[in-house]
């Protein structure tokens, strides 16, 4: 990373005395200044009755300085109609992610039924299926969406992050399992075939060279790694797939192998680029 | 023909305006209203007569809200035509025989006359049709003129004039968006941030008819922070005043869901884009900033907006920023185009003319439509009493403008030959 120019450092001073730490992470002061506003923000919205403002202040920012991402500092991300809680451990949403979400439910709008069953696997905070709980429980009277994902920590907070929905979200409509995918069924309960009507995924995707080359360093530093590189697969299982050359895809391949078997109306899966897409794809 | 604006003195503006000796006589005898004006209030005021005596035999809610439109015209028009007689009266006993009451004549008759010429004024306000946007509330968008560093400091400084203006007023104000430039310059800016663009929402109903009057671009002349020679710049900021909807959103959403309305788009001539950093995205990087960018493809105008953390908060304002942008620009060409079709009426407000100058060096802040300087700049940067002065001169050359604009039309209707002769 090129080395800033003290000059900024000190341009930063006249927005704010914090500026300058700010700065560290965020590079530019534009960002800078708009960090600074969102922290100030969220202490304002969230008042504590234990720690005085600017001892607050201080500290997010001391954690932000070292490059902790501002969602795990500020512990949530907004995530089209929802604010989703963020933790250290689990992967945090990503606005490409929250784009097709929202595009996926208007598209389910208009599914001329009753009821709707989706599925996501890999959920890690569970914000695809709850987002699509959240835009279609009005439309759709049955409405079932189902989250997979096999870190204990992404569970948990998946769970936590569907009482924003009400007692009606977390009691019915949208359910929480862990399991790997690699397990039978990805330990979910048996669907008939054509059941689901959609089967979704953003699974860990990026190869290890990519993870050292093109990842930016919070994310490299401080997402849990299990959440983008897919190399915790036995050799085994790569090679059953057919993924040696690409061990990358290999959660695709799996992903496919369960289609076979389910047979969802549609699916959706998010891919690292063209390239990967052409593979998985075609 | 007229010489374009300023127009020095307020009070009496139409006087600027072909005043030629044989107006004046004509005026004399119509309390200083040009007797255009005075027509077009009379035939008003019988309108009115006319639609409440049709009212009492029976009430139609349409016309009623005619009659009460027009309303203010005939009360207006009462109260000139009362001022008027006890002047006329007063103008008689200046004969009398009686010598004191020829002296108190003398002392009231003087202001008697400045009432009149103040009801005349209310008069002309009441003719004057009210923009159709004046009762909205607005958003206010400053950005810097062409040009460096300098500008991009002093859009920043008017920016916060109008947000602590507004503080200080109590309007319900929010800044909706603040964008600053990552400029390379030097490190003292006394304060002042390189502005790239902001937009303050002022959510006050009528805010649109306050602020319109500060559309335009704005000048300074100081010497920069940066400057290290001591000679003095000239800049500018440009600001637009752009109509906006009560936050509650009923009637907006109506609004913009008819096809005649100003505020009216359809989304397919609308792109947008999510904007990120180049290279990859997705799982590779967290960037918190989710930019969006929408394109009305029509007209080219395009609006980002990446102030808040939410996408679906920054696509919200982006609409709204985006609607207020097209509802001005559709406004503003009628209006264009009905000045271009008012013969003999050159009004300089197009938006490459300089509205105000702020001169530092001389505390100074001039209007030039009304042509008032006003002293104490630091006041009036800070958004002070002094400002508020400020942006009344500017309104009230407005609604003078706009009886000018009244004016035009009614001496269109009467014939040449009158015109010419008019008055003895
Ligand atoms: C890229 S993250 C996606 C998280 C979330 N869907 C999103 O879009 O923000 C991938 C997730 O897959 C989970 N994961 C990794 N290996 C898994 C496996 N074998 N079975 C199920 N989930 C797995 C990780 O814990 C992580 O939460």
């Known amino acids: 990373m090129p080395r800033l120019p003290p000059s900024l450092f000190w341009r930063a001073h006249q927005i704010s005395p914090h500026a300058p730490n700010l700065l560290l992470a965020c590079r530019d002061l534009p960002s800078t200044a708009l960090e600074l506003r969102w922290i100030k923000d969220h202490i304002t919205t969230t008042p504590s009755t234990t720690t005085p403002p600017f001892l607050r202040l201080a500290h997010l920012i001391r954690l932000r300085a070292r490059g902790l991402p501002l969602q795990y500092v500020l512990g949530t991300q907004p995530f089209g109609t929802l604010t989703i809680r963020c933790r250290r451990g689990v992967l945090i949403p990503r606005p490409e992610t929250e784009s097709y979400t929202l ?3 208007d598209v389910l709008f208009r599914t001329p ?135 990358e895809d290999v959660f695709y391949a799996r992903i496919l192998e369960l289609c076979r078997g389910w047979r969802p109306k549609r699916v959706f899966l998010e891919v690292a680029d063209g390239e990967q897409a052409g593979r998985v794809f075609l | ?115 009149l010429t103040e009801v005349g004024r209310q008069l002309s306000v009441a ?97 920069p922070v940066t400057e290290k020679t001591g000679r003095v710049h000239t800049s500018v900021a440009v600001v637009w005043v752009l109509p906006s909807f009560p936050t509650d959103g009923t009637e907006a959403e109506s609004d913009w869901e008819n096809p005649e309305s100003d505020f ?54 982006a609409w709204m920023l985006l609607r207020s942008r097209i509802a001005q620009q559709r406004r ?14 050159i009004l300089n407000n197009s938006r490459g003319d300089k509205i105000r100058t702020y001169n530092y060096q001389q505390d100074r802040c001039t209007d030039h439509r009304s042509g008032q300087d006003f002293h104490n700049l630091t006041n009036v940067l800070e958004g002070g009493e002094v400002f508020g002065k400020v942006i009344k001169s500017a309104e009230s050359w407005l609604v003078e403008r706009d009886i000018q604009e009244i004016l035009a039309d009614e001496e269109e209707v009467v014939p040449s030959g009158n015109k010419k002769n008019g008055g003895k």
């Open chain 2, 127 to 223: 003719l004057t049709p009210k923009h159709p946007f004046a009762h909205m509330p607005c958003l206010l968008e400053v950005r810097p003129g062409p040009g460096g560093l300098e500008g991009r400091l002093f859009a920043d400084a008017v920016f916060s004039m109008y947000k602590t203006y507004c503080e200080n007023m109590g309007y319900r104000a929010r800044v909706v968006k603040y964008e600053t430039a990552d400029e390379e310059g030097m490190g003292r800016t006394g304060g002042e941030l390189a502005l790239q663009e902001a937009v303050l929402e002022v959510q006050d109903e009528g805010a649109y008819g306050l602020f319109r009057g500060e559309a335009g671009v704005h000048r300074v002349q100081r010497i």
């Open chain 1, 113 to 247: 039924t009753r009821s709707l069953t989706v599925v996501d696997l890999c959920t890690g905070t569970g914000c695809i299926p709850l987002q699509l709980f959240a835009s279609l429980r009005a439309r759709f009277p049955s409405l079932a969406a189902h989250g997979v994902d096999v870190a204990p920590g992404a569970v948990a907070l998946a769970r936590e992050n569907a009482r924003q929905l009400g007692p009606l979200g977390a009691a019915q409509g949208v359910t929480f399992h862990r399991a790997s995918i690699f397990s039978p069924a990805a330990g979910l309960p048996p669907f008939p075939a054509g059941e689901i009507d959609l089967l979704t995924a953003n699974p860990p995707y990026i190869s290890r060279g990519a993870f050292a080359r093109s990842t930016a360093r919070s994310v490299r530093n401080h997402e849990p790694r299990l959440a983008l590189v897919p190399d915790g697969v036995p050799a085994s299982v790569v090679a059953a797939l057919g993924c040696e050359a690409f061990p």
């Open chain 2, 1 to 115: 023909m007229i010489t374009a604006a300023p127009w020095v003195c307020r009070s009496c503006a139409w006087s600027l305006r072909r005043a030629s000796a044989s107006q004046f006589m004509r005026r004399a005898s119509t309390g200083g209203l040009p007797p255009a004006l005075l027509a077009r209030a009379r035939k008003v005021a019988a309108e009115h007569d006319q639609l409440s005596a049709q009212l009492e035999a029976n009430y139609d809610p349409k016309v009623a809200r005619r009659a009460g439109e027009i309303s203010r015209v005939a009360t207006a028009l009462n109260v000139f035509e009362k001022t008027k007689a006890s002047l006329a009266e007063l103008d008689g006993l200046l004969n009398s025989d009686d010598a004191e009451l020829r002296d108190l004549a003398r002392d009231d008759i003087e202001s008697a006359t400045a009432e």
């Open chain 1, 103 to 105: 595009e996926l439910a």
């Open chain 2, 332 to 345: 503003e060409v009628r209006e264009e185009h009905a000045r271009s079709i008012r013969k003999g009426l």
């Open chain 2, 264 to 317: 009216y788009i359809d989304p397919a001539e609308v792109r947008t884009e999510t904007m990120r950093a180049r290279g990859a995205g997705g799982q590779h990087v967290n960037k918190t900033e989710s930019a969006i960018r929408l394109t009305h493809i029509p007209t080219g105008t395009t609006v980002s907006m990446q102030d808040s953390r939410s996408q679906s908060t920054n696509r919200k304002w």
